[in-house]
Nanobody
Framework: QVQVVESGGGLVQPGGSLRLSCAASGSIIRIYDMGWFRQAPGKQRELVAV???????NYADFAKGRFTISRDNAKNTMYLQMNSLKPEDTAVYYCNVAIGNWLRRTNDYWGQGTQVTVSS
């Protein structure tokens, strides 16, 4: 069994910053990709950023230059530093963790989500 827990969401004013964390625990042999997704009310879930176990990253266009994804492989933890936040960044942010053995990726796990609200 694998548990994925996000933290760090909250209410912030436009232009402010937040740092989200995602911790994976349980029966883990190897973590492959780790990613952040978000879902705003009435919209589909969308990719924010993803990082593989070698540290290569990809960002959605709206995240480039404002958000930074990182991970600590020793702690099975991933972070999302969000700067210059805008009201349109308001959403529930979800962590996705791809788990597998030493040969291949086998399962994806989602966290419960953390609410980010950008408002004055």
């Amino acid at each position: 069994q694998v548990q994925v827990v996000e933290s760090g969401g909250g209410l912030v004013q436009p232009g402010g910053s937040l740092r989200l964390s995602c911790a994976a625990s349980g029966s883990i042999i190897r973590i492959y990709d780790m990613g952040w997704f978000r879902q705003a009310p009435g919209k589909q879930r969308e990719l924010v950023a993803v990082i593989n176990n070698g540290g290569s990253v990809n960002y959605a266009d709206f995240a480039k230059g404002r958000f930074t994804i990182s991970r600590d492989n020793a702690k099975n933890t991933m972070y999302l530093q969000m700067n210059s936040l805008k009201p349109e960044d308001t959403a529930v942010y979800y962590c996705n963790v791809a788990i597998g053995n030493w040969l291949r990726r086998t399962n994806d796990y989602w966290g419960q989500g953390t609410q980010v609200t950008v408002s004055s």
